[in-house]
């Protein structure tokens, strides 16, 4: 099985954009440009919310793993809600921040079978 696993996130100190903006601990996080660059082939974007990624990623034949509309969310004060979505012979993992309104994407991951 081939594994493409992109850092989940980067905690920087420096001001980001306002487009890169996901806060933890009152602190952005920064994306890699690998990061964004596994997003934009899948027709998201990095800090994208919930709702948007889901309904593009629907929209790309993407079928939800296991319960549909259900996520699995951790607790605390980093916490991190994750979906995976199946099609053809490969899974595509999505980590949302849970400690920001609109539950924004911070981590994409593709494996294939």
Not at 16 to 26: E, G, L, N, S
């Amino acid at each position: 099985m081939k594994k493409i696993f992109l850092p989940l996130l980067l905690l920087v100190s420096s001001v980001a954009t306002a487009a890169d903006c996901v806060k933890v601990r009152d602190e952005c996080l920064a994306f890699t440009e690998t990061q964004h660059q596994a997003a934009r082939q899948r027709g998201l974007a990095m800090g994208m919310r919930y709702v948007e990624v889901r309904e593009r990623i629907v929209a790309q034949r993407w079928a939800e793993k296991g319960d549909k509309g259900k996520m699995t969310c951790g607790g605390g004060v980093d916490a991190t809600c994750s979906q995976t979505y199946l099609r053809d012979h490969h899974s595509l993992s999505l980590i949302f921040s849970a400690v920001n309104n609109g539950l924004p994407l911070v981590a994409v991951a593709l494996d294939d079978d």
